[in-house]
Nanobody, 126 residues
């Protein structure tokens, strides 16, 4: 069993920044691909960013590319999502997820992720 806990959400003005953190349990955290997803009110959950277990590969949705950065610190069992130039349309609950399949390429499909956190609210005011 892997526990995933997000933190760092909050209220920020448009153009501001936030850094989300995701702590995951497990001695093999360094072998998990990790992803961030978000769900806005009335919308389906969507992919935001993912990082491979080696941190050698990262992927972003077109809507956040160039503004968000995903990174990881395997020594701390933690993944980060640095969000800059935030827009009101970034408002959502952000979820972190762990994929234990150990593939070389992190997945954008939420169905490939095995464990999920409870989410953290990000609200961007205009």
């Amino acid at each position: 069993q892997v526990q995933v806990v997000e933190s760092g959400g909050g209220l920020v003005q448009a153009g501001g920044s936030l850094r989300l953190s995701c702590a995951a349990s497990g001695r093999t955290f360094s072998l998990y691909n990790m992803g961030w997803f978000r769900q806005a009110p009335g919308k389906e959950r969507q992919f935001v960013a993912a990082i491979s277990w080696s941190a050698g590969r990262t992927y972003y949705s077109d809507s956040v590319k160039g503004r968000f950065t995903i990174s990881r610190d395997n020594a701390k069992n933690t993944v980060y999502l640095q969000m800059n130039s935030l827009k009101p349309e970034d408002t959502a609950v952000y979820y972190c997820a762990a994929d234990l399949s150990r593939t070389a390429v992190p997945d954008r499909d939420e169905r490939e992720y095995d464990y999920w956190g409870q989410g953290t609210q990000v609200t961007v005011s205009s």
